[in-house]
């Protein structure tokens, strides 16, 4: 059974930095794309940053997260983690993760995952 369970985030303040976790289980995070999104209440699930299995390679949402956001996968814990730096406000969301499991390339579109974790509550202050 396919399950992702999200970890990590909490209330920081403006400048801070949240650590985000997603713990997979059922099946091997590098061999599949697995992507960060957020949705914040009366707006469109939109999505953060994703990796490839293929060839490690990384996409963000560009301006909004590119520069101050990491996605990395820690195979031997079969976790892929979200480093978010410099937060802002508008950083404010519940943060998902997902993934696809036939395909090693990534895509940031909502529809292209297949599974989805419960979420994580990401709270900035200003």
């Known amino acids: 059974e396919v399950q992702l369970v999200e970890s990590g985030g909490g209330l920081v303040q403006a400048g801070g930095s949240l650590r985000l976790s997603c713990a997979a289980s059922g099946f091997t995070v590098n061999y599949y794309a697995i992507g960060w999104f957020r949705q914040v209440p009366g707006k469109e699930r939109e999505g953060v940053s994703c990796i490839s299995s293929f060839d490690g390679k990384t996409y963000y949402l560009d301006s909004a997260v590119k520069g101050r956001f990491t996605i990395s996968s820690d195979n031997a814990k079969n976790t892929v983690h979200l480093q978010m730096n410099s937060l802002k406000p508008e950083d404010t969301a519940v943060y998902y993760c997902?993934?696809?499991?036939?395909?090693?390339?990534?895509?940031?579109?909502?529809?292209?995952?297949?599974?989805w974790g419960q979420g994580t509550q990401v709270t900035v202050s200003s």
């Open positions: 997902a993934v696809r499991r036939d395909r090693r390339f990534c895509d940031l579109g909502l529809s292209f995952y297949e599974y």
